[in-house]
């Protein structure tokens, strides 16, 4: 048993210095991406807060007419933050140097649907289930921002960053429970969810494009 412990010990400190010196290696584009997400957030901030107040109407759905509101509450709120935090603590944690990548890709996404969201003055069905999210995080939930479902999409692109992994699968499951979520609740569009999957996709491939561009270029300027 003492053998077993000291070989863990020293796994788990090789790993750490390998996972501090790829930290370094990539702190300049690590850095580049947290500016990036401070501004996606200022964006998307900025967007909500004007959907919310905006002249807005609802209308019709072929799929949410046939049924009642169904309450996924605590599928909506805490499978959809486990969701997002895994898809940051997963690079974090496992490959630090794929983080700038996730996070750039992050932030390409909720840029695209704040302005999807001021070009779409939607409001949810009549008979929307209204939700409430934890703490400062039911600062970032708006009214009305309803074109393209952020549920859904969010951890369809953790399934298109890791489709080489096996955790791809349970964003794939978990973009399709978001999307029965959102859609049960009527707090989207059938529009909503099925149009979050070909953006997303768009958005990913937008990231990729740029990224293997950009990459090159600040390694040669700050290496």
Known sequence: MKRRSIISKDYFRIGFRAWKRELFHYKYLIALSLLLVGLAALIDYSCGKYVSTAKVAHVPDLILDHFGPIDMTILFVYGYLTLVFTLILYPLVLHIGTLHMVISQF???VVLRSLFIIFTHLQ??????????PGIFQNLSFQNDMFFSGHTAIPFLGFLLFRKSGIRYFFLVG?????????AMHLHYSIDVLAAFFITWTSYRMGDYALKRIEP???RKLH
């Open 107 to 109: 932030s390409l996404l």
């Open 124 to 133: 949810p069905p009549p008979d929307v289930i209204s939700v409430h999210f």
């Open 175 to 183: 973009s399709g429970f978001m999307g029965v979520a959102v859609l």
């Open 217 to 219: 270029y600040i390694k």
